[in-house]
């Protein structure tokens, strides 16, 4: 089943979810900021799935922008980039979608085709 971490509040989370629903697909939500993955399962989602793990920030976010990151995230560690996704779910881009090697990071409809469907 897909791990679908999202705000319930956010309209590319909405449609995303209406997009899987509409189709069929099964899927957890999960709200990203009440429960953020760990830094080992970030750990274990980019193992499994090769994605860049500077793709899974949110960088349009004021978080983001706030802790000054599109300066200085270039420069972090991977540990320390783990951390910083854990630490804070307004950091992850979203939805997050995730089964096994399969990832979605935000809502392309063609994106969600050629992966969930």
């Not at 509040?9 to 997009?19: I, L």
């Amino acid at each position: 089943m897909i791990k679908f971490y999202q705000l319930p509040n956010c309209s590319t989370c909405r449609k995303a979810a209406q997009y899987l629903e509409t189709h069929g697909v099964s899927f957890e939500p999960i709200h990203i900021v009440e429960h953020t993955p760990t830094a080992k399962e970030f750990e274990q989602i980019i193992a499994a799935t090769n994605v860049d793990v500077d793709l899974l920030f949110n960088k349009q976010g004021t978080k983001f922008k706030a802790l000054n990151l599109k300066e200085t995230l270039s420069e972090k560690t991977m540990e320390e980039k783990l951390a910083l996704l854990a630490s804070d779910g307004m950091l992850v881009k979203r939805p997050l979608a995730v089964n096994g090697s399969k990832i979605t990071l935000g809502f392309k409809e063609q994106e969600y085709e050629h992966t969930w469907l």
